[in-house]
Nanobody, 128 residues
């Protein structure tokens, strides 16, 4: 079992940057080993959408076109943390951002239904 806690959200002007972090804890010292971790976001009245994911072991990643070249996922093994660096933010990036984890083998899941563990979410608001 894995517990995830996001941090780093806030209010930023268009064109600015934010860095979100997701700290993992669990029964072992390496709780995300063997997991795929991902970031999703959900705007008011909309579905929860996939943004980017990373296989913890292989570090292979996958993202969507809307964030390509602007958002970067990374991990810190020592801190059991996965981060999302968001640059060149746009008003349409405004949403609650969630990190998620699941045992998917070497797959990099893009559907919310594939993920078992979720953080509580952190609000990102981009003003124009």
């Amino acid at each position: 079992q894995v517990q995830l806690v996001e941090s780093g959200g806030g209010l930023v002007q268009a064109g600015g940057s934010l860095r979100l972090s997701c700290a993992a804890s669990g029964r072992t010292f390496d709780p995300l080993n063997g997991y795929t971790v991902a970031w999703f976001r959900q705007a008011p009245g909309k579905e929860r959408d996939f943004i980017v994911s990373m296989n913890w072991r292989s570090t292979s990643t996958r993202d969507v076109d809307s964030v390509k070249d602007r958002f970067t996922i990374s991990k810190d093994n020592a801190k059991n943390t996965v981060s999302l660096q968001m640059n060149s933010l746009k008003p349409e990036d405004t949403a609650v951002y969630y990190c998620a984890a699941a045992r998917l083998g070497l797959r990099i899941g893009v559907s919310a239904g594939e993920y078992e563990y979720w953080g509580q979410g952190t609000q990102v608001t981009v003003s124009s």
